[in-house]
């Protein structure tokens, strides 16, 4: 009966590796993974950018201590976005006009009709009103996210307490990037829509209104190079 495993022969194939360092070399040399590239290193756009330590900030280049629930171990946010808060503009004077009104009133015969303990309910009625309609809009803005990672986009569509939709693409199945910039305040502010049609399940992802559309669109583009870089240089390993 032939024997299955030789125990003589596995003893000589050890010691014929052990007595070749460059053997083993070369073996440790394959079974190690190769080291991921920080985005600085191929990102010029990114390496002139500090990393934003404000959780508030509507752009956030390489955020500190940001993550989200899907992230992966090696996976680093590269960019962090929301909208330009100039787009809470008619929100924040329709706030401010409201915080004021009951002042406006009580110089008025407006609430003269009512007794005095119903016209203080009017106003902590009115106030709590208020409260409730500055914290939608904050929330819907601090939580409607475009996240860019060095892997893939990610879009958080938070529409409200109950709701929410996100949307993700790889960098890889990016197939273009398109920036829309319109109106005078879009143009002086800087702010505006990136489109980026994809070839996965979410055709197209926007990036609606943000800060500097141009250099989102320019970090993409660097993403999408290296990227292809990463493939070219493992079909020829």
Do not use: C
């Amino acid at each position: 009966m032939p024997e299955i495993f030789d125990s003589a022969t596995n003893k000589k194939t050890q010691k014929n590796l052990s007595s070749n360092p460059q053997t083993l070399k070369n073996s440790k040399k394959k079974r190690r993974p190769k080291k991921k590239k920080k985005v600085d290193e191929y990102s010029e756009t990114l390496r002139q950018e500090n990393p934003e330590k404000n959780p508030v900030k509507s752009f956030a280049p390489k955020p500190e201590k940001v993550s989200f629930d899907s992230q992966m171990e090696d996976e680093e946010i590269v960019l962090m976005l929301r909208p330009h808060p100039i787009t809470k503009l008619k929100a924040i004077i329709i706030a401010i006009l409201a915080i004021f009104g009951p002042l406006l009133f009580s110089s008025t015969p407006f609430l003269d009709f009512l007794p005095g303990k119903f016209s203080l309910a009017a106003v902590i009625g009115w106030y709590m009103l208020t409260l409730s309609f500055i914290l939608e809009n904050f929330l819907t803005w601090f939580f409607n996210v475009f996240i860019i990672t060095d892997e893939r986009l990610i879009d958080v569509d938070f529409s409200s307490l109950i709701f929410k939709k996100v949307s993700s693409a790889k960098i890889e199945n990016i197939e273009d990037v398109t920036v829309a910039t319109g109106g005078v305040l879009a143009s002086i502010v800087d702010f505006g829509t990136v489109f980026i049609q994809t070839s996965a399940e979410v055709p197209e992802i926007e990036f609606e209104y943000v800060p500097h559309p141009n250099k989102v669109a320019k970090v993409l583009n660097e993403l999408i190079l290296e990227e292809e870089r990463e493939k070219i240089e493992g079909r020829v390993s």
